[in-house]
């Protein structure tokens, strides 16, 4: 079964301090994984994505986020997190399930993230 | 560019009502997504269209209609409107070639059914 999990609901960091936000994926094949930002009352906003290559990606905002295949994970980092990098994270993964070429990705439930001044 | 664009951004209804939902972008991309977003449910995939004229079904298809009469437009119906119903929806669309599976979002409709 193809899946993606975001096993915390809420985050909280302190600003300054590096920050985490986890997701682990199971799937079939090779894994696209992505990450996307929500802020209040707002679209979902493309952050970054591994497709091959470097397991540490970069991306927008000074977010980088790390593949590890042992693991099954994609974690969401920042060196030193912001008041204004409070949002709603979410990380996704290509959808393979069903044949055909639909672009369809698989949403984990979002990480709310807190970053206290 | 306008990226994707919803209207509207904000509707009330009764229910039993009906109402049309409409996305639009101006990137040329060949798929578009509508999902619905709910507290604690993630993204739900409604409908999705890989090309002009073209829709399917997602994860949750019930009470919801779609056309792609043009390439740039993707539109949500709700014949008849429930409480059910209440979410805010997005759509979604992304680019048909290579690699690129990400996704570029509008800015949601709230739709709230009383």
């Known amino acids: 079964a193809q899946s993606v999990a975001q096993p915390e609901d809420q985050v909280n960091v302190a600003e300054g301090n590096p920050l985490t936000v986890k997701c682990t994926y199971s799937?079939?094949?090779?894994?696209?994984l992505f990450w996307y930002v929500q802020y209040p009352n707002r679209g979902l906003q493309f952050l970054l994505k591994?497709?091959?290559?470097d397991n540490l990606v970069k991306g927008s905002y000074g977010f980088e986020a790390e593949f590890n295949k042992s693991q099954t994970s994609f974690h969401l980092k920042k060196p030193s997190a912001l008041v204004s990098d409070s949002a709603l994270y979410f990380c996704a993964v290509r959808d393979l399930r069903n044949a055909g070429n639909n672009r369809k990705l698989i949403w984990g439930l979002g990480t709310s993230l807190a970053v206290n001044p | 560019n306008a990226g994707v664009t919803q209207t509207p951004k904000f509707r009330v209804l009764k229910t039993g009502q009906s109402m049309t939902l409409l996305c639009a972008q101006d990137m040329n991309h060949e798929y578009m997504y509508w999902y619905r977003q709910d507290p604690g449910m993630g993204l739900r995939l409604i409908h999705y269209s890989v090309g002009e004229g073209t829709t399917a079904k997602g994860e949750v298809p019930d009470g919801y209609n779609v056309s792609r009469l043009k390439k740039q437009n993707f539109l949500l119906g709700l014949e008849s409107a429930a409480p059910s119903q209440t979410s805010v929806y997005f759509c979604?669309?992304?680019?048909?070639?290579?690699?690129?599976?990400?996704?570029?979002f509008g800015p949601g409709t709230r739709l709230t059914v009383t």
């Open positions: 799937v079939s094949g090779n894994p696209y």
């Open positions: 979604a669309s992304s680019y048909s070639g290579g690699r690129s599976y990400e996704q570029y």
């Open positions: 591994y497709i091959t290559g």
